[in-house]
């Protein structure tokens, strides 16, 4: 029996496992098969030497290392403006508060004063 027969033949019997045991086992065999056709299919389609891959993969991920610390130096600076906003407006509001609170005690002054006089 071939290889190719034998993959079928197991394909077989595990779609007839699947219909016993439900979709969990169907989606988990479809994608572990859909994987390893996929490595093996890259395998065999690859154009290059595994240097070559190996290289082309390491400039990627440098790339991707460079690209991703630029979006974080990025985020580091609107998140501290951000928070500087955020900071100037409470600041903003708690001068609000604190005169209105200094408003408020000096009318309940004025009030007790008057009770004081009447």
């Known amino acids: 029996m071939g290889l190719y027969n034998r993959i079928i033949y197991s ?7 699947s219909k016993e045991e439900g979709n969990i086992f169907t989606f988990a065999v479809g994608l572990i098969s859909g994987m390893v056709t996929g490595v ?12 070559e891959t190996r290289e082309g993969l390491a400039y990627k991920i440098s790339n991707l290392k460079e690209k991703a610390k630029g979006k974080f130096s990025k985020l580091q600076e609107y998140g501290k403006d951000g928070m500087t906003r955020v900071k100037s407006d409470l600041q903003e509001r708690a001068s609000v508060i604190s005169s209105k609170l200094d408003e408020l005690a000096k009318r309940g002054s004025d009030v007790l004063i008057q009770d004081e006089i009447q």
């Open 11 to 17: 394909l077989k019997e595990v779609r007839l496992m």
């Open 40 to 51: 093996v299919l890259g395998l065999l389609s690859a154009p290059k030497t595994g240097d």
